[in-house]
């Protein structure tokens, strides 16, 4: 298992990047970040828009070695699917869970989402 880079510089284009995901989050987005900002999720420290290898994550928390991903329309394509596919086995490489979710889901049946989301977190947590 990789473990993720530490205090490595980010490429300039890298973080540009996931700066411009910051500044455009969609209300999914907004509203998942509302809830885990902060340690207001379980104590939970998270980070958002984390760089990992080459890819961006939506939502990282380094303590469980967890992903969650917030996914649009736009990854409902076979192009994007397999795109997922290879971003997913490179994160389970560094030893990360990964959990998606729509952002649908998340807008209208959040209650559900962080049932889930705590579920997740105790398995990790080995609890």
């Known amino acids: ?3 993720p880079a530490q205090n490595l510089p980010l490429p ?3 973080k540009q990047f ?3 995901l910051r500044a455009r989050s969609t209300d999914a987005e907004s509203l998942l970040w509302s809830v885990v900002r902060a ?3 379980l104590g939970l420290k998270f980070r958002r828009q984390h ?8 939502y990282y928390c380094e303590d469980l070695s967890w992903a969650i991903e917030l996914d649009g329309g736009g990854h409902n394509t076979a192009e994007s699917r397999r795109y997922d596919a290879e971003r997913s086995a490179c994160l389970a490489r560094h030893g990360i869970t990964v ?4 952002n649908h889901e998340v807008l ?8 889930s989301m705590y579920r997740t977190a105790m398995k ?3 609890v």
């Open 1 to 3: 298992m990789l473990q």
């Open 12 to 14: 300039d284009d890298l």
């Open 18 to 20: 996931a700066r411009e």
């Open 39 to 41: 340690r207001r999720f």
């Open 51 to 58: 760089p990992i290898e080459r890819y961006i994550i939506d």
């Open 99 to 102: 959990t998606r979710y729509w």
């Open 108 to 115: 209208a049946d959040f209650e559900t989402v962080m049932e």
């Open 124 to 126: 990790l947590k080995g």
